[in-house]
Nanobody, 123 residues
Framework: QVQLVESGGGLVQAGASLRLLCTTS????????MGWFRQAPGKEREFVSE????????DYADSVKGRFTISRDNAKNTVYLQVNTLKPEDTAVYYC????????????????WGQGTQVTVSY
C-alpha cells in the first residue's frame, strides 16, 4: 500500500510563502527520486521540481527557479517544497510523485502519485 499524501497548501496573497509536505508510506523512501508537479484548472500537468534519492541533485522548472526549493528528509520519509514569493499563476493543485531514478519525473515517468494539495494565490 504505497501512499503519498500532500499537505501544506492553502489560500495566500501574492508574495506569501508556503511549505508543502509530502509524507510517504509503503515504499523504501530513500531509494526513490521524488518530485512535485502542479495542475491548474483547464491546463495540463506541469513539472515543478524533482530531487534525487540522496538529495544531492535537484531540478526546477524555469518558472519557479529561484523561488521554490525542494528538499527531503529520508529519516522522515518526507519531501518538501518551499514555495516563496508566490504569484497568482502559481495557483494549482500540487502533486507529489515518486520515481525510481532522478530525471524520470521530469519526463512524467512517476510511478506513484499523491492526491494533491491546493495552492491558491490571490492578488
Amino acid at each position: 500500500q504505497v501512499q503519498l499524501v500532500e499537505s501544506g497548501g492553502g489560500l495566500v496573497q501574492a508574495g506569501a510563502s508556503l511549505r508543502l509536505l509530502c509524507t510517504t508510506s509503503g515504499l523504501t523512501f530513500s531509494r526513490y527520486a521524488m518530485g512535485w508537479f502542479r495542475q491548474a484548472p483547464g491546463k495540463e500537468r506541469e513539472f515543478v521540481s524533482e530531487i534525487s534519492s540522496s538529495g544531492v541533485y535537484t531540478d526546477y522548472a524555469d518558472s519557479v527557479k529561484g523561488r521554490f526549493t525542494i528538499s527531503r528528509d529520508n529519516a522522515k520519509n518526507t519531501v518538501y517544497l518551499q514555495v516563496n514569493t508566490l504569484k497568482p499563476e502559481d495557483t494549482a493543485v500540487y502533486y507529489c510523485a515518486a520515481a525510481f531514478n532522478f530525471g524520470t519525473l521530469k519526463g512524467r515517468g512517476g510511478v506513484y502519485w499523491g492526491q494533491g494539495t491546493q495552492v491558491t494565490v490571490s492578488y
